[in-house]
């Protein structure tokens, strides 16, 4: 039984316990970034912060960056969206176009899909060829222990939605104007492939899974839920990363 099948999809927040872990969970975060970009302790930097958000099609990456970024002043951190790689980008190695973009000492950026795309889309669709994306993960592995080794606290999620409420958010999009940009010829095309993608990213959690860089699976359907669950354990990552920072 894979990972994806112990995600407890009916956990639900009622409106109001959502508006108070909200405003807690906002308000805490804000605390801890000034203090990683050395605001509140006398201009101490602290490590990065990177957040690496994967998960399913219309799985909510949007409503949690959005609810995470909302305390924050918009100098202190960035958000870049990752689709298919430019022609420029295919003439590097697969990582080139993320490196540049991660998080010195003190920073913060979030990333709207990732590397993991190798072992993900690009196999799955068959743009890298076999032996690309089996040695990709090693790639992966070693890559994110070099940015935490440097100071850099990682905090990655897979966002779940079941088949149901992803085929009720594709459909509420096809009929909104202003969310249509959000809904692509590809989205329905991953739909239709979505246990060979499953399968892809079982595998994905089994060789990318290490203590420098857990991942954290999130229920989607419900989207206070899943917000709420991608903030505080972001804040949790951050409070383990300072501890572990001023004690080094």
Known sequence: MGRLEHIDMTARLSGSD???????????????????GGHTNGGNIGPGLLVV??????????????????????????????AAPSER???????????????????????????YGRVLVERVEGYASVAEWTRAYDEIVNFERGLVREGVIIAKFWMQVSPDEQLARFEDRATDPLRQWKLTDEDWRNREKREIYDEATEEMFERTDHSAAPWNLVAGDQKKWARIAVLETVIKRVEEG???????
Request: aromatic share 14%.
């Open 18 to 36: 959502y508006e108070k872990r909200l405003d807690a969970a906002q308000q805490r975060f804000l605390e801890l970034r000034l203090e990683l």
């Open 53 to 82: 958000m994967e998960g399913s099609d219309a799985g909510g990456k949007g409503g949690a960056i959005k609810r995470l970024v909302q305390p924050l002043d918009p100098r202190h951190y960035s958000v870049y969206s990752y």
């Open 89 to 115: 980008e295919l003439r590097h190695h697969f990582l080139w176009r993320f490196w540049s973009k991660a998080p010195g000492r003190g920073g913060m950026c979030v990333f709207d899909r990732s590397w």
């Open 242 to 248: 300072l501890e572990m920072w001023n004690e080094s």
